[in-house]
């Protein structure tokens, strides 16, 4: 695990993650405020999640960033098609394993291995689609179907970039409940888990405690960035953000960052236990 720092230069960029906020709207794109999923975005712009995911080049919907700037020009769209279809099946049966690389997704996973994503998150337990990790083993060892199909169509569409009282369904699935503790922190770090579909952190004294050491270590070296380097145990550190939503939001959104790796940390799904050490101003989380 790569560890990660923030630094106390971007206190007040951490704020926009405490306001929440509604995107600003032009013509033909709008700027992601704080608060803002596609989900809303879509229902303000009278479109779909699905059509902005294509017309921004989004690979995961549940993954956009304050000050972004998406086009929404042309995705709003009502047709209606009469269609004939002819459709052909086979199915294959393919084994083995595969070691997800940098760039991979299910859907070139599945592509390259005569399979579904549907079939790939069923057979490896995955949760959201959009969630693998570089060296994550995933199993091959499933039937798969290939489908052919021809089909003429007759569509009439009309576009519209005007506001829509149209609700659109949530891309974001959870099989897993949200975990309260005592500790602000790791409770919006499970509330953020909870909504990737991941398990929640239990709280370790041993961890707790530290952390606790190691913040104040930190706080009081005058190389802070090589003392949190050293540590032996996946770690993040902030200082100047508060506890709880803001500094689990800042991590995740990457915010001020000094090197890379926060958002990583934050949605780890191999971790199951964490402690949290606050010390004059720094926050630093352990876990395993």
Known sequence: MKKSTITKSVVAAAGAFAVAGAAQVSANTITVKAGDTLNKIAAANGTTVAALASANNISNVNLIFVGQTLQTNGTSTSSTTTSSSTTTSST????????????????????????TVATLASANGISNVNLIYVGQTLKLSTTSTSTSTSTSSTTNQSSSNSASTTNTSSNTTSNTSTVT???????????????????????????????????????????WFGTHEA??????????????????????????????????????????????????????????
């Open 181 to 223: 503790t005592s500790d602000a922190t790791i409770n919006a770090w499970n509330a953020k888990r909870a909504l990737l579909g991941l398990k929640p952190i239990r709280v370790s004294a041993a961890l707790t405690a530290q952390a606790n050491a190691r913040a104040q270590a930190i706080a009081t070296s005058s190389n």
């Open 92 to 115: 294959s049966t393919t084994s083995g394993t595969y070691t997800v690389k940098s760039g991979d997704t299910l859907n070139s996973i599945a592509a390259a291995n005569g399979t």
């Open 231 to 288: 540590s032996n145990t996946p770690e993040v550190v902030a200082n100047g953000f508060a506890a709880g939503a803001t500094v689990i939001n800042a991590w995740y959104y990457e915010t001020g960052m000094v090197n890379g790796g926060h958002t990583e940390f934050i949605v780890n799904p191999n971790f199951t236990e964490a402690g949290v050490g606050y010390y004059n101003g720094w926050i630093v989380i352990d876990a395993h």
